[in-house]
């Protein structure tokens, strides 16, 4: 790793123009910044306070964090009440560990020739995007779901879209939502993926795509009229779909009888 971590300079010039400490009170306007820092383990340890002020606030911009994320404090308390120093809180040695691989992969592009007129640097947003955890939509929505069902899923999807539709956090394109609603189906939950294929279909009203995976839903809880309405709609949309085709002589075939193939 760079011994001076000169990425930071560039990323602390960022930050400064964006400080996102938490809104000063009387009693926080009485705490400053120190003029030597302690228990600097990957920070060069004459880093002034000036930068790492400015590093501190870059992070809570790419992470959408305030102090209490990493250190030992209250949210919403004055800063003088913080252990800034304290090891105790474990998302400040994550952060530490997330530097040193920033700065381990900053190292190896210095090796690779770059592609256009100027080097790319990795940095905390290029993956966070003002998110504490960087996942893909699909897998954060999944995570809910596998641990508190469909409908707090269906809450985070909107409150995430809300929020960050965008921002780059999270690919709110119709393929994330298609992925949740066949997992849904894979594991036998049809009400929760038709739920899910809704909200799709809602979202991408004009997609083909959406009301086939809708419809799919349908077909496969047994709601046949329902499934070939919407294979029609398909149809309509697509003349070409092959898939809506078969779907409709298949259901057409088979009556009112439940589709579990």
């Given at each position: 790793?760079?011994?001076?971590?000169?990425?930071?300079?560039?990323?602390?010039?960022?930050?400064?123009?964006?400080?996102?400490?938490?809104?000063?009170?009387?009693?926080?306007?009485?705490?400053?910044?120190?003029?030597?820092?302690?228990?600097?383990?990957?920070?060069?340890?004459?880093?002034?306070?000036?930068?790492?002020?400015?590093i501190m606030s870059g992070f809570t911009r790419?992470?959408?964090?305030?102090?209490?994320?990493?250190?030992?404090?209250?949210?919403?308390?004055?800063?003088?009440?913080?252990?800034?120093?304290?090891?105790?809180?474990?998302?400040?040695?994550?952060?530490?560990?997330?530097?040193?691989?920033?700065?381990?992969?900053?190292?190896?592009?210095?090796?690779?020739?770059?592609?256009?007129?100027?080097?790319?640097?990795?940095?905390?947003?290029?993956?966070?995007?003002?998110?504490?955890?960087?996942?893909?939509?699909?897998?954060?929505?999944?995570?809910?779901?596998?641990?508190?069902?469909?409908?707090?899923?269906?809450?985070?999807?909107?409150?995430?879209?809300?929020?960050?539709?965008?921002?780059?956090?999270?690919?709110?394109?119709?393929?994330?939502?298609?992925?949740?609603?066949?997992?849904?189906?894979?594991?036998?939950?049809?009400?929760?993926?038709?739920?899910?294929?809704?909200?799709?279909?809602?979202?991408?009203?004009?997609?083909?795509?959406?009301?086939?995976?809708?419809?799919?839903?349908?077909?496969?809880?047994?709601?046949?009229?329902?499934?070939?309405?919407?294979?029609?709609?398909?149809?309509?949309?697509?003349?070409?779909?092959?898939?809506?085709?078969?779907?409709?002589?298949?259901?057409?075939?088979?009556?009112?009888?439940?589709?579990?193939?």
């Amino acid at each position: 790793m760079r011994q001076s971590l000169l990425w930071i300079g560039s990323f602390a010039a960022i930050g400064s123009f964006a400080v996102l400490a938490p809104t000063p009170t009387e009693s926080q306007t009485r705490w400053h910044w120190p003029e030597k820092s302690e228990n600097l383990k990957v920070l060069p340890e004459d880093t002034s306070s000036r930068k790492l002020r400015a590093i501190m606030s870059g992070f809570t911009r790419a992470l959408g964090v305030r102090c209490e994320h990493c250190h030992v404090g209250e949210a919403g308390q004055s800063l003088s009440t913080f252990d800034f120093v304290s090891d105790e809180n474990p998302n400040k040695n994550r952060a530490r560990e997330m530097l040193r691989m920033l700065g381990s992969v900053n190292d190896h592009l210095d090796k690779i020739e770059p592609s256009g007129p100027e080097r790319t640097n990795m940095w905390c947003h290029t993956c966070h995007h003002g998110t504490p955890r960087p996942m893909r939509l699909e897998e954060a929505l999944l995570e809910t779901y596998a641990s508190k069902g469909t409908e707090d899923a269906v809450n985070q999807y909107r409150e995430l879209r809300e929020r960050y539709y965008g921002r780059g956090a999270y690919d709110f394109g119709q393929a994330s939502l298609n992925v949740v609603g066949y997992e849904m189906l894979g594991q036998g939950d049809v009400a929760g993926a038709r739920e899910i294929f809704t909200i799709n279909t809602e979202q991408f009203p004009e997609s083909p795509n959406t009301w086939d995976s809708l419809a799919e839903a349908h077909m496969i809880a047994g709601e046949t009229e329902r499934a070939i309405e919407l294979y029609e709609k398909v149809l309509q949309m697509d003349p070409e779909s092959q898939n809506a085709r078969d779907m409709l002589a298949k259901l057409r075939g088979t009556g009112t009888e439940a589709v579990t193939e």
